[in-house]
């Protein structure tokens, strides 16, 4: 048995108030959030990009979704109510930050604790999340679920504060009816490969030493931690023999979705053929076409639909003029923004 220690009052510190001193005070082990992330498996983060952001004081990733998890946070307390109205079990906020008394790495940052019916106390998570994804995410009654994200993250705070249940709530509405509940148990055997997991990552944050990319982790996430690194305008040589079966395996991979875009040009042409055929259905014998036509045979129904809806566009030709006659408009409105960087890749024969 142990108890953990308490780190830091967060009372007036969190992701919303004293935001500078909650990400200094992350910054010094592992959290809940970024069990799934140093394990190689993060939905939002790569391991690369936590290293990055663990040895770095300065690091703090800009999000593009940051009025999603703003919601989420103000969503919290509301979260909590409806936990306890729905189970009948007490809620309490824990204002603290832990660390794990044996594995100092591991730190946890609640939303809340339950009050069980014996006395002891079990994690709560609080989620705001989209409606159209619940029953992807979570399952039905008959079938539930859980994210691996997010059960990666209580399982790392009953590991933690040592606690052996632990209570999801996903809130994805504003009725008692638009919510998911979840209950998980303490599970050692996964404990212990997370420990390890998570242990293996922080050695390469107290070392200094990058971790290596693994060909499991998801490259989206990788290329997205890269796309924030400042890359300088310049040419670096680089060991040839190192990356050869991968300049193989890169033409290879070229080839078979070269063939595989010729097999989708030939059923592209198929449906631009069929297209034509119903659109021209649209005409009736005095030769008008309508923007919507319906097929009927019984209960069965078609409905096709050509219908031109109009966009506004700036061409460059005209973002020029604009700039050259109106450079105040210009400056006003329009926002110019520098674009993800390009990848190619040229092989030369000698």
Same mark, same amino acid.
């Given at each position: 048995?142990?108890?953990?220690?308490? %780190?830091?009052? &967060? &009372?007036? +510190?969190?992701?919303?108030?004293?935001?500078?001193?909650? %990400?200094?005070?992350?910054?010094?082990?592992?959290? @809940?959030?970024?069990?799934?992330?140093?394990?190689?498996? @993060?939905?939002?983060?790569?391991?690369?990009?936590? $290293?990055?952001?663990? +040895?770095?004081?300065?690091?703090?990733?800009?999000?593009?979704?940051?009025? &999603? /998890?703003? $919601?989420?946070?103000?969503?919290?307390?509301?979260?909590?109510? *409806?936990?306890?109205? /729905?189970?009948?079990?007490?809620?309490?906020?824990?204002?603290?930050?832990?660390?794990?008394?044996?594995?100092?790495? *591991?730190?946890?940052?609640?939303? @809340?604790?339950?009050?069980?019916? =014996?006395?002891?106390?079990?994690? /709560?998570?609080?989620?705001?999340?989209?409606?159209?994804? +619940?029953?992807?995410?979570?399952?039905?009654?008959?079938?539930?679920?859980?994210?691996?994200?997010?059960?990666?993250?209580?399982?790392?705070?009953?590991?933690?504060? =040592?606690?052996?249940?632990?209570?999801?709530?996903?809130?994805?509405?504003?009725?008692?009816?638009?919510?998911?509940?979840?209950?998980?148990?303490?599970?050692?055997?996964?404990?212990?490969? *997370?420990?390890?997991?998570?242990?293996?990552?922080?050695?390469?944050?107290?070392?200094? &030493?990058?971790?290596?990319?693994?060909?499991?982790? =998801?490259?989206?996430?990788?290329?997205?931690?890269?796309?924030?690194?400042?890359?300088?305008?310049?040419?670096?040589?680089?060991?040839?023999?190192?990356?050869?079966?991968?300049?193989?395996?890169?033409?290879?991979?070229?080839?078979?979705?070269?063939?595989?875009?010729?097999?989708?040009?030939?059923?592209?042409?198929?449906?631009?053929?069929?297209?034509?055929?119903?659109?021209?259905? %649209?005409?009736?014998?005095?030769?008008?076409?309508?923007?919507?036509?319906?097929?009927?045979?019984?209960?069965?129904?078609?409905?096709?639909?050509?219908?031109?809806?109009?966009?506004?566009?700036?061409?460059?030709?005209?973002?020029?003029?604009?700039?050259?006659?109106?450079?105040?408009?210009?400056?006003?409105?329009?926002?110019?923004?520098?674009?993800?960087?390009?990848?190619?890749?040229?092989?030369?024969?000698?």
């Amino acid at each position: 048995m142990y108890s953990p220690i308490k %780190l830091y009052d &967060t &009372t007036h +510190v969190n992701a919303t108030e004293n935001r500078e001193q909650w %990400l200094a005070w992350r910054k010094s082990g592992i959290g @809940g959030s970024e069990s799934a992330a140093a394990r190689g498996h @993060g939905k939002f983060q790569s391991m690369l990009e936590l $290293y990055w952001d663990k +040895v770095n004081p300065d690091y703090e990733i800009e999000m593009n979704n940051w009025e &999603t /998890l703003l $919601y989420g946070q103000i969503m919290e307390p509301y979260a909590r109510r *409806m936990f306890s109205f /729905l189970t009948g079990y007490q809620v309490v906020e824990d204002h603290f930050m832990y660390q794990h008394p044996i594995y100092p790495f *591991m730190i946890a940052d609640l939303d @809340g604790e339950v009050i069980l019916p =014996n006395g002891k106390r079990a994690i /709560l998570e609080c989620k705001a999340v989209n409606p159209k994804s +619940v029953k992807k995410q979570f399952g039905t009654k008959a079938d539930p679920r859980i994210p691996y994200q997010y059960e990666s993250q209580m399982r790392h705070y009953m590991c933690v504060k =040592n606690v052996d249940v632990a209570y999801l709530i996903a809130i994805y509405g504003n009725t008692r009816n638009d919510v998911v509940i979840r209950k998980i148990y303490r599970d050692y055997a996964y404990e212990e490969v *997370m420990i390890k997991e998570e242990a293996h990552f922080w050695k390469y944050v107290e070392e200094r &030493t990058e971790p290596p990319y693994f060909e499991d982790q =998801n490259p989206d996430l990788v290329l997205q931690a890269l796309r924030r690194q400042h890359f300088i305008n310049g040419t670096i040589d680089l060991p040839y023999d190192r990356y050869a079966a991968d300049f193989d395996a890169y033409d290879r991979l070229q080839e078979q979705k070269k063939s595989k875009e010729e097999e989708l040009l030939l059923i592209d042409d198929g449906i631009e053929h069929l297209k034509a055929k119903f659109v021209l259905s %649209l005409r009736d014998v005095n030769g008008q076409y309508y923007d919507h036509g319906v097929f009927q045979s019984g209960s069965d129904r078609v409905d096709i639909f050509y219908e031109a809806k109009e966009s506004i566009s700036l061409p460059k030709e005209a973002q020029d003029r604009l700039l050259e006659d109106h450079p105040d408009i210009f400056s006003k409105y329009c926002v110019i923004s520098k674009g993800n960087p390009r990848f190619s890749l040229k092989r030369r024969e000698k």
